[in-house]
């Protein structure tokens, strides 16, 4: 699906990766559950260009719904998989402390699982190689990405900020449609291990210039950077009675 200029979205507002398409090739941000190997290179075809047009995956962090395709790719390729240092053992299928999902719905749930289990979720493989970045990395590949660090949701959990695209991939710092709930709108992520530094982190986009947020789960999200963390934080603030 398009979005913008240079910018397309495989999978839904579920789970999703992004492709940044230049005429130098493609840059996959996120790689989704393994069944997007199929999205992936059907939306290739419909673009007329081919996994050798891919140079590289960045991987926002290192959880398995964000790795899907990643090793079945490099190994088919040769391309490097990106991940920020502090995640490259999680992406190599390295132990993750416990997190909370919190608030559930049954509707939300079955969904997330339904589509995970659709999508082969139980057939993820973990990296075996990975390349690893740190916060202020300018990447070599299409659309020169920027890797800017995001602590909280995982401890090598990075924003991807893409100008030619006008846009920046967030992962899971936040979330536009909660899998556990099905409630839309920008919100905290579940299953973050530092709720508090996840929150603090989203003022590390202000002063980006991009139109578009791109959330691991839910819909790309038109808005100002800068007014991302406000956002998020007014979702947590207690309704008043009547409201």
Not at 60 to 66: K, L, M, R, V
Not at 98 to 123: E, H, I, N, Q, T
Not at 128 to 147: C, F
Not at 162 to 181: C, E, K, S, Y
């Amino acid at each position: 699906m398009k979005i913008g200029s240079h910018l397309y979205r495989i999978g839904n507002d579920i789970v999703a990766s992004y492709l940044v398409v230049t005429d130098e090739g493609i840059t996959v941000i996120d790689a989704g559950l393994p069944g997007h190997w199929r999205d992936l290179t059907r939306e290739l075809a419909v673009l007329g260009r081919a996994l050798g047009d891919v140079k590289g995956v960045v991987l926002t962090h290192g959880d398995s719904d964000h790795i899907g395709f990643a090793e079945r790719l490099r190994a088919a390729t040769g391309v490097p998989v990106f991940v920020h240092s502090a995640d490259a053992a999680r992406a190599k299928g390295g132990d993750k402390p416990p997190a909370s999902g919190g608030r559930m719905r049954l509707p939300g749930v079955v969904s997330f699982a339904a589509y995970a289990v659709r999508k082969g979720a139980w057939r993820t493989r973990h990296l075996t190689e990975v390349v690893p970045v740190e916060d202020g990395d300018v990447l070599d590949l299409p659309g020169s990405p920027r890797v800017i660090a995001l602590p909280g949701h995982s401890p090598g959990s990075i924003a991807v900020h893409v100008p030619i695209a006008d846009a920046v991939a967030v992962g899971d710092a936040l979330t536009t449609r909660h899998v556990l709930t099905g409630n839309v709108g920008p919100q905290p992520a579940p299953f973050t291990d530092e709720p508090d530094l996840a929150l603090n982190s989203l003022e590390r986009l202000a002063g980006l210039e991009a139109s578009w947020v791109l959330p691991g789960h839910g819909a790309p999200w038109r808005v100002d950077p800068g007014k991302v963390q406000a956002a998020v934080r007014a979702r947590l603030e207690p309704r008043r009675p009547g409201s």
